[in-house]
């Protein structure tokens, strides 16, 4: 035990729990926090311009190290400015601890904020420190909350009479944690017998999946059962897309998503099953029909029988439930059951063929056009990235063209936006790049994403934090022109838009607002361009903008 | 009674509170809204690239025109982004309304977030419409709050449902407020009383002053007892700068101000009392001197007598609370008294003289500084801008350069940001020439809080906004660094001031001229100060949104 000053356990309990960076903007009541920061040279702090920067940082960082990464920001005020991607880390379960200093506890009768409950709903854990003595066991708690499965933010608030104060302090690690939890043996056996008779099986994964490194386990129990693999979130490499088995995504909610997953007679889904796309009114209130058999593993018991009359519940770690319900299958499942299951996958296989087959069909009808196409343009990038890159996307409208183009097999390849808010791609790609500093980062952003925290690029100058950035510029909110084009014809029966609010008059020059904050930036409009472009950004060793204008 | 959908009773409740603007950034959730507003061009929708360039705009616009705007934003995510500002709005009471959309109602059992929950520490008032039924309902009362004095922001939620389904309710018509609250008799005896008999009286405006258009009661006032006038954090245009009675800005619970408070024996507060930044660790929370008598003004009866031993507490409506304080003081104050008070006014023009000639010094000495000091900026700006300017001032260190050359004694001309949030001059900018088309308008913005809403310039620029941005550019978060050597010598009692200031400077130079240009704005970088007032003129001559970025001395 040592006698130190809150600030000064603040950055103890940080070095305890590995924390090599702390993403940040701050303000007057973060003052003693930076002061005493001076002392301590192994804490790396980064400046952003702009508190959704930090988050996006944040949230890639932790993604790919499995540690939950750090963020300060100022006050209220600065924490709001940070709410909406932490939203998006709440949704996808991004393991990070974000802070924020208060006034001085004593002076509440002139009124203060409760930071606490303005950042509860997207956080596993909140709380605020108000004495100094609290600082090693709310630090610890809240890492430990952060890491423990179902991962998830946590906030720390800091009275400023915590940080200034003193108090003995015992500084120690939130320890080795034991998160490999096995299923009720029940569940599996009833699991089983269900998947053993089925005759169509579905298998939908979402990001528990990756977060669990069950891809294998996953692969394995598809194979068995040849069944068809849908993925409800596909943020992270949950499922190989090359995998015949493997159909695509579904949205949870959505009419197409209950036809698609209630064509099974069994479906097994693996993590959350994500509505936060679930925006317009009438969704369809059971995600698959009553008359399919439903099972459902995940390690976040909240998530189990939610919303969606659940057959069986496991609550368990993926990667060991799926060993336990393959092996048991294995030995349940009679030989006309295998035999069917090799059958269905032939019959998948061939309509991967075929669909890869139109999807080609697609991909040169739209190969030549002017302004350049989505589909040429990442077709383009796909070819020209080197093999161990690792790529970033957050450009809503081309996910679907760039979940084929790309085809992602290896786990930990790319990582996706996830939770709805925009402004997440440029701070990702940044932390994403701290996380392989070894590795070439490519992102793919949408002009709208890139706009919402375009201050990122000042960040990217100063740090030369050498990620690429292609930018998707097609001078729109496409999603929303996408989603007014469906609320016309399925919601009013209209079919003329003019697109308030939607339609940016002028495309955004991205590239330009880059090299005005220090980034080289190339406007691209000849796919002949991306290739060589690419090649020079990789090159120099510095962050770049592609920024592709698209028709 | 006509049958329309929740979205259509939406626009025409906003039809009715005579909006016509929606200040906003959609999403999916929104699109009912968005499709709805095509069968109505008489509400423009003006659309930013982020959520807290509405707020400002918001801000501005509502300060500028005394009534309430309104933003649209998209479910948590827009909203939660809009929020930082939102918190300015709501510590300095503009009324304004905040609508999002948000998931049906049915989908309550997969997850939804309780919007009105989340913005409820920054309202004065929120609910969300969970039923078509509503809207209309909703909509209005949230007018209603947002402009019932104390004012201050609003929101309501707009789930799918409530949106798309239909709904017979009628639209009620706005309504008509009465606000100009009578203050309770006794508290003018009482106060008038202690004022009338005080050896030293001070008065200190804010915001509330300027917003029920009582200047004029205060120079009265003041006059009347000779008492030196201070403000509390001058964010519109409270009192006369240039009269011989003001003395500047105070900040409520620092050392300094605690010193001049101290030396008063009766104080005559009216509005809120701004701590401007006060976060350091300190368990006192009285800003004033044992034996001075607090008299405080103001129409927000929760803030009277919230934290501060108040003597006497005056809830009404300023102009005419002050209006009869003044009548009683005039009644009661002796012979003696009155000489006293005339006594005091010679005396406080000879210091106020000392004080501005201390200014004329300091400017002298400033002026041929390289590089360029905030005070020869903004003797330059000054000399170039025509009498009926309007100004969004968010320039945190800068401001202080203000007291040399920049004069305010015209009501309404200036809207400055208050409750500390970044971010807010930009938007700013475009709210009040939207107030005013046919005054000049300029927002004077620090670099640092510039940034964090530059994505403004596209608006401006897509709008064909003719504001003039005036950029503050010194490299840093001077404001942070200035506080971190108070922190070192105040808090930590240290005598050197040998900080990193880690996370305050920007190692970068910040090019915002290029990056206004790359936006579509006029620019001009300007390193020497000649150049200021031939490029303001020019500015303000053309009919399109400009950019000056002044690189001026950062060091403290």
């Known amino acids: ?551 | 009674m006509n049958t329309m959908t929740g979205s259509q009773a939406l626009v025409k409740t906003l039809l009715n509170e005579g909006v016509k603007y929606i200040f906003g950034n959609p999403g999916t959730s929104e699109v009912p809204i968005m499709n709805e507003l095509e069968s109505y061009p008489e509400l423009k929708y003006i659309l930013v690239m982020q959520e807290g360039v509405a707020m400002g705009m918001a801000d501005a616009y509502a300060r500028a025109t005394g009534k309430p705007s309104f933003v649209n934003l998209h479910i948590e995510t827009g909203l939660a982004n809009g929020m930082s500002l939102l918190y300015n709005s709501f510590f300095g009471g503009t009324p304004l309304v905040v609508t999002a959309g948000n998931k049906d109602i049915m989908e309550i059992a997969h997850e939804r977030t309780d919007l009105a929950n989340l913005v409820q520490p920054f309202t004065k008032w929120s609910a969300e419409a969970t039923h078509p039924d509503q809207v209309a309902g909703l909509i209005r009362r949230a007018f209603k709050e947002a402009k019932t004095p104390p004012t201050g922001p609003t929101f309501v939620g707009l789930s799918a449902n409530a949106l798309d389904g239909n709904t017979n309710v009628e639209i009620p018509e706005a309504g008509k407020h009465y606000t100009h609250i009578k203050p309770d008799c006794k508290s003018i005896e009482d106060a008038a009383f202690l004022l009338a008999n005080a050896n030293n009286p001070i008065l200190v405006v804010a915001d509330r002053v300027a917003e029920s258009d009582a200047s004029h009661e205060v120079i009265q006032l003041a006059e009347t007892l000779g008492s030196q006038v201070y403000s509390s954090y001058y964010s519109q245009m409270n009192f006369p700068t240039d009269h011989d009675l003001y003395f500047g800005p105070l900040r409520f619970g620092f050392p300094d101000s605690k010193n001049i408070l101290s030396k008063a024996d009766v104080v005559l507060v009216i509005g809120k009392m701004s701590t401007s930044f006060y976060m350091y660790s300190n368990a006192d929370i009285q800003f004033f001197g044992e034996t001075s008598k607090l008299i405080h003004l103001d129409v927000d009866a929760g803030n009277v007598g919230k934290s501060q031993t108040t003597s006497v507490g005056i809830i009404g409506d300023p102009k005419i609370s002050l209006g009869q304080l003044s009548g009683q003081v005039q009644k009661i104050m002796s012979a003696e008294a009155i000489q006293k008070a005339q006594n005091r006014s010679n005396t406080l023009l000879i210091e106020n003289t000392a004080r501005r000639n201390a200014s004329k010094e300091l400017l002298d000495r400033k002026w041929n500084t390289s590089p360029m000091s905030p005070e020869r900026m903004v003797a330059e700006i000054t000399a170039a801008l025509p009498d009926d300017f309007v100004l969004a001032d968010d320039a945190v260190t800068t401001r202080a350069a203000y007291e040399h050359t920049l004069k305010f004694n015209n009501p309404g001309s200036l809207i400055g940001m208050r409750g500390g949030s970044l971010g807010w001059g930009m938007g700013a900018g475009i709210g009040l020439k939207l107030a005013h088309p046919d005054r000049p308008v300029v927002a004077i913005v620090g670099d640092g809080s510039a940034i964090m809403t530059i994505q403004a310039l596209w608006t401006a620029a897509a709008e064909k906004i003719p504001i003039l941005y005036v950029i503050c550019n010194n490299g840093s978060y001077k404001i942070l660094k200035q506080a971190m050597n108070t922190y070192k010598t105040m808090i930590k009692g240290s005598t050197k001031l040998d900080s990193k200031y880690i996370g305050m400077d920007f190692h970068q130079p910040s090019d915002i001229a290029s990056v206004a240009k790359a936006m579509g704005v006029w620019t001009r970088r300007i390193e020497d100060p000649n150049d200021i007032q031939i490029a303001v003129k020019e500015a303000l001559s053309l009919n399109e949104p400009s950019l000056l970025d002044i690189i001026i001395d950062g060091s403290i």
């Not at chain 1, 006698?3 to 729990?17: D, F, H, P, Q, V």
């Not at chain 1, 925290?453 to 998707?472: C, E, G």
Request: hydrophobic share 40%; proline share 5%; net charge negative.
């Open chain 1, 1 to 551: 035990m040592t006698i130190m000053t809150g600030k000064r356990g603040l950055m103890e309990s940080l070095k305890a729990e590995r924390v090599k960076y702390i993403f940040g903007n701050p303000g007057t009541s973060e003052l003693p926090i930076m002061e005493e920061l001076e002392r301590h040279p192994e804490l790396d702090y980064i400046l952003v311009m702009q508190e959704g920067v930090g988050l996006g940082m944040a949230d890639t960082l932790a993604r790919v190290t499995g540690e939950p990464s750090f963020v300060s920001l100022h006050i209220e005020t600065g924490l709001a400015n940070g709410i909406s991607l932490l939203h998006n880390a709440h949704q996808g379960g991004t393991p990070m601890v974000i802070s924020a200093a208060n006034g001085d506890i004593r002076k509440l009768a002139q009124g203060r904020t409760d930071l606490v409950e303005m950042v509860r709903p997207f956080t596993k854990f909140s709380a605020e420190i108000t004495h100094p003595e609290q600082v090693p066991s709310i630090m610890r708690r809240a890492f430990n909350e952060a890491k423990t499965p179902p991962t998830g933010p946590t906030f720390v608030g800091f009275s400023a009479n915590a940080l200034d104060g003193m108090a003995d302090m015992n500084i120690e690690a939130s320890g080795k944690g034991y998160f490999q939890t096995g299923p009720d043996i029940r569940a599996v056996q009833d699991t089983v017998n269900a998947l053993a008779g089925s005759k169509n099986p579905i298998l939908v994964v979402g990001d528990r999946v990756s977060q669990s490194k069950s891809v294998n386990e996953v692969v394995e129990l598809a194979e068995i059962l040849g069944a068809r693999v849908y993925a409800s979130a596909f943020s992270e490499m949950n499922f190989p897309m090359t995998h015949p088995q493997f159909s695509g995504m579904v949205q949870p909610g959505s009419k197409d998503g209950r036809q698609k997953l209630s064509s099974g007679d069994v479906v097994l889904a693996i993590g959350k099953l994500s509505t936060y796309a679930q925006l317009s009114s009438n969704p369809e209130l059971l995600l698959i029909d009553l008359n399919t058999t439903f099972i459902h593993v995940d390690n976040d018991p909240s998530e189990i029988g939610k919303s969606q009359p659940t057959d069986v519940g496991i609550v368990a770690d993926p990667k060991v439930a799926l060993t336990e319900i393959t092996e048991a299958l294995s030995t349940e499942m009679s030989g006309s059951a295998k035999e069917a299951a090799k059958g269905r996958i032939e019959i998948l296989s061939q309509e991967k063929r075929e669909e890869r087959s139109k999807w080609g069909e697609v991909m040169c009808s739209k190969w030549n056009n002017n302004p350049m196409s989505d589909e040429r343009m990442l077709s383009e990038l796909a070819s020209s990235v080197p093999e161990n890159s690792v790529i970033l996307a957050d450009a809503n409208t081309s996910r679907a063209s760039l979940n084929k183009i790309f085809q992602f097999d290896t786990p930990g390849a790319f990582h996706n936006m996830r939770g709805g808010a925009i402004g997440w791609g440029l701070g990702g790609a940044m932390g994403l790049k701290l996380a392989h500093p070894d590795k070439p980062v490519i992102s793919i952003i949408g002009d709208g994403s890139a706009m919402m925290t375009v201050q990122a690029f000042w960040t990217a100058a100063t740090r030369n934090i050498p990620a690429i950035f292609v930018i998707t510029n097609n001078g729109a909110y496409k999603v929303l022109q996408n989603g007014m084009d469906s609320y016309k014809k399925f919601i009013k029966s209209e079919t003329e838009s003019t697109y308030i609010g939607m339609d940016f008059p002028d495309n955004l020059d991205i590239a330009a607002l880059a090299r005005d904050m220090g980034v080289a930036g190339k406007k691209i409009t000849d796919p002949s361009d991306i290739g060589p472009s690419v090649k020079t950004a990789l090159d120099s060793g510095k962050p770049a903008v592609l920024d592709m204008i698209l028709g």
